[in-house]
Structure formats: structure tokens, C-alpha cells
């Protein structure tokens, strides 16, 4: 039901009825279209799924899932991949599309060739609305069909649609279903305007909020199987919204042989649902008592120890958690627990053969009251290790010490250089756990503030940067220093929408309030992005000078103001001064982000493979970190340099995944990449329509972007040879980058551009 369970109505009667009504109403050929908007996680997307799968069981009907995404998902590709056009030539797929025309009551062939053009993969432009609402009709010519379309905030040209079809096609036997983040449509005016004029068509808005009292007990008791004092934290803990709920069970879900799926369900690893109860546990605890019935405190404790590090034990780690603790073990303990079937070898040590067993140690312990104290001497254990995933283990450890103010650097220190590193897993769940201790510590140092607002960024996480730097920036009479870093990044969001007067006077009052090296540095590159954008290069040169000058011996500082100047050299063409910057810059820049300028200046001096090398360094590397919006800004350069030689397919792929960024110039000059994809290809129907998306972004005019003009260069170049006047109409738009930078010759055609094919 609602998530995935029996019932599919804790909380939402109200709200199931009324769907199953627009139901109804479809299915006797009446277009319906409902919107479920909500914050992430309340239970949108599951409500539909039930839906859907109640209406083809009860009606037969049929269900179209379109996926909010870049500009080449939609509705366009939900139909490709449901008549299977994926992968097929123009014959093949003309011949696919004629065969499902005909039993669909229409003319077969003699249509195929006008739906063949209207499904080619892009935008759904509004000429084009008759003719997909006539292919639904046809999908529905049979029986009712139920449209989802997931994370509809992202598909501003579906909203649209919707509301056409509302409007001029209302006797067609299709649901639509919408879900909507509420932030999203909170954030965005023109949101706002397309959600009301889809209800003033006739379409339906319905907000989901929490589950409230009763409901949300009720949800945990019957979903997730726990134990009844640890179902009543989970209640309080999810606050009424399924999503977070489902998130905590996962992380509970530790036990062998039991697996947590995304509609919260446990089930056995290969098998069917089942529900957890205090009987999972039982053997677990029983081969536990019986293996410590008779033995002394010091086995009791060591294996409470060796729980608390974790599942699998380092021999070095326990031994000095033994010593820490002043615990003394057996001396056949170690044979004597592997005979029992409790502990094996591992490559580093020793592991617990039941993850279950763990779990009844780390219960035994709080019960007794111990556990403050393993967990105390386990973050002692890791004090001194450098390694960043060894500092969020002791982070952890602290923290459930309770010792909060202590956990706040070592989990600081380690997501830091998350961002240079690998680490085996995504950071999500340690960035929020770093911010519920700092809220719990009550206090923050500057360095905390800032990586706060930066992983929220680097995550994609935009809006939930936007309000941290908003709150640091009421600051300013107890706490200049976070005050100057939010109006710094609020500038810095403002430059990503290409909000360039915005961005600048919020830029200037960061240079003014800067109170230390680190934002006098960093303001200034901002202030001196704004002045790129608008083409004033003289004071943009200015400003990134005085950037290094102030950074001079401060290692980070320096190195940011370096790899900024390095990428505005290559823009202009001057390539040995590039190098020279990206050189004196290392041990001093983040190593990620020195990889990606790399690639800028490997591109722009031709050195097209050092070019991907380095790019795919550093998307891997903030991949491996979780830090989507910084793979984004490496994809862009990757796209660029695969597409120069000769890999279209997967420069391609680059760009359509960098047009999901929230920042406009990342989507612009993905965007641009596509037009290059096209334009290679000698696609000149695809280069007009995504042209035609480029063109219709907003603020884009007048602005420099030396990334998305060297694309629009590319593609000219491509189009000379075969499509000469449309050539020309991209040079022109090219050259409203590259004329400011000095490289206007490149545009017009007179001499190659950056990024050249290769034969």
C-alpha cells in the first residue's frame, strides 16, 4: 500500500478514496490529473505505485512511469522504451512504431514516419502536445491508462502539457498522477504559476503532510516489526514522515540473513517479507549466555569491546581497546569462541560470524550501563589515525559516549577530506549526523560552519545550502566570521542562476565583511567570477591577483586563488602561464579539484587524453565521496574532451548527467554539450531542438561562460562542412564568450577551435 505493505491507507484514507474516485472517473473516458505534493520521503511516489498496481489489478488498467530529469528524459522516452525504440535503427524503429499503430486501431505505416519524428528524444514542445496526447489515446484505446510522472518539479514542459491536455482533450480515459516536492514549488514562482494553472484546467492538488499521532504509530507498528521501545524511538524519530522511518530501519537492519527493501519491508536475503521480532534475536542472545554462563567479567568485556568497534575486529584495534580498558581476556578465549561458532578469521583479524550476535552485545552492554564507557575507550583507540573514515568512526564513538562537543572535529576532519579522498561508501548519513551534533553542541567553530554549507552544496543540496548561509548571514552582530562566509555563499548561489547583479553586490559586501585569510581569498574569486560572467576579463584578472597575493603562505587559500587563475588563463589562451599555475598550485589545492582545472588546461593546449584522465580522476574521486554537484562540474569538462575525440555515446551520457545540476551554468553548458553531440553527429534536427532548449534558458544572455562557448565553437566547426548557415548561427553565439576573452577569431571560423575533432 502506501509503503509497500497490506493496507495502503495508515493516515491517507481520505486521500486513497479520492484517488480511487479520479480513478473511476478516468476509466469512463474522463481526463483526470492529480498532483501529490510533499516534502521528500511523506509517501508520494508509494501512494502512486499503489495506485497504479490497484488499477491493474481491479480495471486492467495499464500504467506510463516518466521520470523527472534533464531535458532528454520525460514522456518522450517513457513512450520509446514502452513500444522498445531503444537501440533500434531509423528502420527498424519506423517498422516497430508502424506494427504497434496498427494494433492500436490506427493507419500503421503511413503513420509511423510523423510519430517516428515526434518521439525523437529531447523536450516535449508545445507544438507537439496534439500529437502525444493522440499517441495516449491510443495506449488507452483499450484499456484506462494511469500516467506517473515522478519528480514533475524538474519537468516544468510536462506540467504544461498536462494542463493542455486538461484544457483540449477531455475525453480521454487517462489518470494522470503528478508528484511535486513542496520546497520546490515554495522556492520557485514560475512552479507556482504552472501547478495553478493546472487546477484552474481541472486538475487537483492535494498536500500531503506528517502522519500525526495515532497514524504515525500506527505506521511504525505495523510496517516495520521492531520491538516495542525501539518502535516508539523510531516514531519520534521519524517525525511522521515514512521516508525518514524507512531510513532509520535500514540502518537498524544489521542482523544476518535479514534485509530492509525501499518499501521498508524486512525480508529474508532472497526471500519473502517477513517481520522482525524479539525471536530473531533469541538465538543470538541464547549462544551468547550460554557461551558466558561460568566465565569471568574480563570475557564479558571483551567481547562487549570488541561489538562496540564493530562486526569485524581488527586484532591491533582490540588489543589496544584491551589495554585502554584495563581488560584482561582469557588466554584461550580467542580458540574457544571460534570452536563455539561465534568468531572467525579474517584478513585483518577477526570477524563475528552473526551480525546478530553484535547486536545482542551492544544490548547487553547499555543495559548494564556500559556502553558509555566501551565506546568512550573505543574513541580513544582511533585518536591519532589520519585516515578520514577512521576519524567518523571515532566521531560516531563520541557521540555515543555523549561526549558531543568532542565528536564535532573528528567528524569535521573527516568529511573534509572527503572531498580529496575515496572512501568506500556515500557520506549522506554522516553529514547529517555531523549537523544534528552541532546543533546538540550549541556551538561552532568557523571551520564548522563552512563545511556544513559546503557538503550541503557539493551534495546538490541547494536550498538546504541557501538556508544555512542565510541564517549564518543574520549573524553579523554575535559572529562576523559566519556572517561574512553566508554572504559568500549566497553569492555563490546567485553566480550558479547567473543572478550576476545579485551575485556581485552580495560578492562585494563578502570582500568587505571578510575576516580572515581563508574569505578574503575566496570572496575575492567570487567577486571576480562575477566580472567573468559579464565579460569584464581586465578586473576579473585584477581581483584573482590580489586573491593570491592574499593567500600567499596560506596553503589552501593560495592554492584556490592559483587554480582560478590557471582556468581563466586557459580561457584566454595562454597556455604556459595555465600550466604554470596548475604546477605551483599542488600540495597546496585540494587534490580533486586541481585534477579537474588540469583537464581545463590540458583541453585548451590540445592535449585531449591527459585531458580525460584528469577529468575522470576527479569525478570518480567526488563520485566515490558522494558529492553529486561536483561530479556534475567535472562531467561538463569529460564531455567536452571525449566528444573531441571521437566518443560521442559516452560524452553523451556526461552531459545529460551534468544537465541535472540545479546550477544554470552547469545546465547550460551541458545543454551545449548536447548541441556538440548533435552537431558531430550531423544531426541537424537535434541540433535545432536542442539549440532551441539552450535558447530558452534563463540569463543567459550577455554572459561568458568559456566552457559552453567552446562547445558552441565545436559544433560549428562540425555543422561548416555540411550545414554552413547554421554553422554561421552558432559561431555567433559562440562568440558572445569568446570575443571578451580575445578569441573571437575561433567563432568566425578563421582558425580551429579548442576542442578539435580528431581524425
Not at 548541441?675 to 532551441?692: F, N, Q, Y
Amino acid at each position: 500500500g502506501l509503503v509497500g505493505i497490506r493496507s495502503g491507507s495508515v493516515g491517507r484514507e481520505v486521500v486513497r478514496d479520492e484517488l480511487w474516485g479520479c480513478l473511476r472517473r478516468a476509466a469512463e473516458g474522463k481526463t483526470t490529473a492529480v498532483v501529490l505534493r510533499g516534502v521528500e520521503g511523506i509517501g508520494k511516489t508509494h501512494l502512486t505505485r499503489w495506485l497504479a498496481g490497484m488499477a491493474h489489478e481491479r480495471i486492467g488498467a495499464t500504467e506510463l512511469v516518466v521520470e523527472g530529469g534533464d531535458g532528454d528524459d520525460g514522456l518522450i522516452v517513457a513512450f520509446r522504451h514502452r513500444l522498445g525504440l531503444e537501440g533500434l535503427g531509423w528502420w527498424d524503429g519506423r517498422q516497430r512504431i508502424g506494427a504497434w499503430l496498427a494494433r492500436t486501431g490506427g493507419a500503421g505505416w503511413l503513420e509511423s514516419r510523423s510519430v517516428q519524428k515526434v518521439l525523437e528524444p529531447g523536450v516535449l514542445p508545445p507544438e507537439s502536445f496534439g500529437a502525444i496526447a493522440d499517441l495516449l489515446r491510443r495506449a488507452a484505446h483499450q484499456r484506462p491508462l494511469v500516467v506517473r510522472i515522478e519528480d514533475a518539479q524538474r519537468l516544468p514542459d510536462h506540467l504544461a502539457f498536462v494542463t493542455w491536455v486538461l484544457a483540449e482533450r477531455r475525453d480521454l480515459p487517462v489518470l494522470f498522477l503528478l508528484t511535486l516536492r513542496d520546497e520546490a514549488v515554495r522556492s520557485q514562482p514560475g512552479l507556482q504559476e504552472a501547478l495553478q494553472a493546472l487546477t484552474w484546467a481541472g486538475g487537483r492538488d492535494r498536500l500531503l503532510g506528517e502522519l500525526r499521532g495515532g497514524d504515525n504509530d500506527r505506521f511504525v507498528a505495523e510496517h516495520l516489526g521492531l520491538a516495542p521501545d525501539l518502535r516508539g524511538a523510531v516514531a519520534r524519530c521519524a517525525s511522521g514522515n515514512p521516508g525518514v522511518a524507512r531510513g532509520l530501519l535500514r540502518r537498524y537492519a544489521s542482523v544476518d540473513g535479514l534485509e530492509v527493501d525501499e518499501d521498508g519491508l524486512w525480508r529474508r536475503v532472497g526471500g519473502g517479507a517477513v517481520e522482525l521480532d524479539d525471536e530473531e534475536i533469541a538465538p543470538a542472545r541464547e549462544r551468547v549466555g550460554g557461551f558466558l554462563q561460568g566465565r569471568g567479567d574480563g570475557d564479558r568485556d571483551t567481547l562487549e569491546l570488541a561489538a562496540t568497534l564493530g562486526r569485524d575486529v581488527t586484532t591491533t584495534e582490540l588489543d589496544a581497546a584491551l589495554r585502554s580498558a584495563e581488560v584482561f581476556r582469557g588466554p584461550r578465549l580467542t580458540s574457544e569462541l571460534v570452536t563455539a561458532g561465534l568468531w572467525q578469521l579474517s584478513e585483518a583479524g577477526w570477524s563475528f560470524v552473526d551480525g546478530r550476535t553484535v547486536e545482542v552485545l551492544r544490548r547487553q552492554a547499555a543495559e548494564a550501563g556500559r556502553a558509555r564507557r566501551w565506546n568512550e575507550v573505543a574513541g580513544r583507540v582511533l585518536e591519532g589515525d589520519p585516515r578520514p573514515w577512521a576519524r567518523l568512526r571515532r566521531a560516531r564513538f563520541l557521540y555515543r559516549a555523549w561526549r558531543v562537543e568532542d565528536a564535532v572535529m573528528p567528524w569535521v576532519e573527516g568529511l573534509r577530506d572527503l572531498l580529496d579522498e575515496r572512501p568506500p561508501a556515500d557520506s549522506a548519513d554522516d553529514i547529517a549526523a555531523l549537523a544534528r551534533c552541532v546543533s546538540e553542541a550549541g556551538h561552532l567553530e568557523p571551520v564548522v560552519d563552512e563545511l556544513l554549507v559546503e557538503l550541503w552544496r557539493w551534495a546538490g543540496e541547494t536550498e538546504r545550502a541557501r538556508r544555512v548561509a542565510t541564517s549564518l548571514r543574520a549573524l553579523e552582530a554575535k559572529r562576523p566570521d559566519a556572517a561574512a562566509l553566508g554572504i559568500r555563499i549566497l553569492a555563490e548561489l546567485q553566480l550558479d542562476a547567473l543572478e550576476v547583479d545579485d551575485a556581485a553586490q552580495l560578492a562585494a559586501s563578502a570582500v568587505r565583511a571578510a575576516t580572515n585569510q581563508q574569505q578574503r581569498v575566496s570572496s575575492r574569486i567570487v567577486l571576480a567570477r562575477t566580472h567573468l560572467l559579464v565579460g569584464r576579463i581586465g578586473a576579473c584578472a585584477e581581483l584573482l591577483e590580489q586573491a593570491r597575493s592574499m593567500g600567499r603562505g596560506g596553503g589552501r587559500p593560495e592554492g584556490e586563488a592559483l587554480l582560478a587563475q590557471a582556468e581563466l588563463a586557459a580561457a584566454e589562451g595562454r597556455i604556459a602561464e595555465a600550466s604554470a599555475w596548475v604546477a605551483r598550485a599542488e600540495g597546496m589545492a585540494r587534490p580533486t579539484f586541481r585534477s579537474r582545472t588540469r583537464a581545463v588546461v590540458a583541453i585548451a593546449a590540445g592535449d585531449l587524453g591527459q585531458a580525460v584522465i584528469a577529468a575522470r580522476d576527479a569525478r570518480d574521486a567526488w563520485r566515490s565521496a558522494g558529492q553529486p554537484e561536483l561530479v556534475r562540474s567535472a562531467e561538463v569538462v569529460l564531455g567536452g574532451a571525449l566528444l573531441a575525440i571521437g566518443e560521442a555515446d559516452e560524452a553523451l551520457a556526461c552531459f545529460r548527467s551534468a544537465a541535472r545540476s540545479p546550477s544554470i551554468s552547469l545546465r547550460a553548458t551541458a545543454q551545449a554539450g548536447k548541441v556538440a553531440v548533435a552537431a558531430v553527429r550531423g544531426d541537424r534536427k537535434s541540433v535545432d531542438e536542442r539549440l532551441g532548449t539552450l535558447s530558452r534558458m534563463p540569463r543567459l544572455s550577455g554572459v561568458v561562460l568559456p566552457g559552453m562557448s567552446d562547445l558552441l565553437a565545436l559544433s560549428a566547426h562540425a555543422l561548416r562542412p555540411v550545414h554552413p548557415d547554421r554553422a554561421q548561427a552558432i559561431a555567433g553565439l559562440a562568440a558572445q564568450g569568446l570575443n571578451p576573452l580575445g578569441r573571437s577569431d575561433e567563432a568566425t571560423g578563421d582558425r580551429r577551435p579548442r576542442l578539435v575533432l580528431k581524425a
